[in-house]
């Protein structure tokens, strides 16, 4: 089967498998969004008179027919074929003829597949956007039922202030409010259109790319054609440093986990379907989905720099090295995913000790509670800090074992009003149902 380049001369085998590389499968998760930007490309081939509307409409029918395929699981690239663009076009050409070779007209297989890439993560973002907003919701939820229950809180590894888990599950969720601003950062970048830059420099045929924009319902397009081919590479970097930041949260949150799950902790704990076991020890309940969930989020950190290093120091235009981003980013989304949903299922079943500063190892917790007591009746803070620290040292200390907290922020009022406000404000500052809207149009219509 001819390539879309071939020009009547034979290319060695093996060069050809290695410059193919991973696309034959990891283009299959492109194909809807491939053919989606077709069917947006044939209307402005048409609307431009480059195509007639019969071979419009017959094209599209065709285009519909594939994308339900491709939705499927269906769609499959044949082993001669490079690529999801080729493989369109093959079959438009089998069903149409001519008309079906006319697909190309004003594009490359450059800004088609920056196209379907940014189609592709738009979506996967939206589908990470909404699951980190489950995850922020849960989180609070927890924070507000184990409002009360205190934990030792820690610095250096030692025990430190008292500590609680309303405090403890909220903070996760700030944090996931905070990764909503990247995450909202990298929607905004790949949610402009690059169709209609072709090779890099543009087309001399009268393309529309304002009607491109609007029929696949990006908020913008990348303006200059050069950009549009550079842009590629760092347009994932971007991405993946969102990614990389609800990871890093995840991560944390694992970590601690893992740690309180421990006999030498013993804060939390999961039912016994939620944990694994030993091949030698009978006694063992391992955390081994917390411990993988540690891992993907670790990897995940560690992408925008494999990403990085990818398109260091190339210049201008195309280059083949940016076809293996795809090899990086796209496993990356998968697993966030997987973590993300992961992560819910174990919090969900999750179980809190409430007893746990009834332990004679945590007395020395309340020392700082005993300090401001003294401050409260007017010692200045260095004198109640010695005197207290001399009880201690002279074994007098016995503490009152209570917090009362009530700044905003504190285990007392770990602030979730404020931290649910803050996330919904910037939650709302993406829109995506505005592309799924014109998603839906495009292929119903």
């Not at 269906?74 to 697909?103: C, F, R, W, Y």
């Not at 934990?151 to 008292?162: C, K």
Request: proline share 4%.
């Amino acid at each position: 089967m001819k390539k879309l380049w071939d020009k009547n001369s034979s290319i060695n085998e093996f060069v050809e498998a290695f410059t193919a590389g991973n696309d034959p499968v990891l283009d299959l998760e492109l194909a809807p969004w491939d053919i989606i930007g077709s069917i947006a490309h044939v209307a402005m081939l048409a609307e431009t008179n480059l195509i007639s509307v019969e071979e419009k409409d017959k094209l599209i029918k065709e285009l519909k027919s594939l994308y339900r395929l491709a939705a499927d699981g269906k769609l499959i690239i044949d082993p001669a074929v490079e690529d999801i663009h080729s493989q369109v076009e093959n079959e438009l050409t089998k069903m149409l003829g001519d008309t079906g070779k006319k697909i190309h007209t004003a594009r490359s297989r450059n800004d088609q597949i920056i196209l379907d890439i940014r189609l592709y993560a738009r979506e996967k973002l939206t589908i990470i956007r909404e699951e980190v907003l489950q995850l922020f919701n849960l989180l609070i939820q927890l924070s507000e039922k184990y409002h009360n229950i205190l934990m030792p809180g820690y610095t250096h590894f030692q025990v430190a202030m008292p500590s609680s888990f309303g405090l403890w599950f909220s903070s996760f969720a700030e944090s996931l409010a905070d990764d909503m601003i990247l995450l909202n950062s990298a929607y905004r970048v790949v949610n402009q259109n690059p169709l209609g830059t072709a090779a890099g420099y543009g087309s001399s045929l009268p393309v529309n790319r304002e009607m491109t924009t609007h029929l696949l319902g990006f908020d913008d397009m990348v303006y200059n054609s050069i950009y549009a081919q550079v842009g590629r590479g760092k347009t994932e970097k971007m991405i993946s440093v969102a990614m990389a930041s609800v990871a890093s949260t995840l991560s944390l949150l694992a970590m601690d986990a893992v740690l309180f799950m421990g006999q030498n902790f013993g804060f939390l704990s999961l039912p016994d379907a939620f944990t694994t076991g030993s091949s030698i020890m009978p006694h063992k309940k391992n955390p081994d989905a917390f411990e993988l969930i540690r891992a993907y989020g670790n990897k995940i950190q560690a992408l925008p720099n494999e990403i990085q290093m990818i398109g260091t120091n190339l210049p201008s235009g195309y280059h083949r090295d940016k076809q293996i981003l795809k090899e990086s980013l796209f496993p990356a989304f998968n697993s966030l995913q997987k973590c993300l949903r992961m992560t819910m299922l174990l919090l969900g079943n999750i179980k809190v000790n409430p007893n746990i500063l009834d332990d004679e190892r945590y007395r020395y917790i309340f020392s700082v509670e005993e300090v401001n007591e003294l401050v409260k009746k007017g010692i200045p803070f260095r004198e109640a800090y010695r005197r207290v620290a001399g009880d201690i040292e002279k074994g007098k200390y016995v503490p009152e074992r209570k917090a009362t907290y009530t700044h905003e922020g504190s285990i007392g009022n770990p602030g979730n009003p404020g931290i649910r406000r803050k996330m919904e404000q910037i939650a709302a500052e993406i829109n995506p149902q505005i592309a799924t809207e014109a998603m839906n149009r495009l292929l119903t219509a």
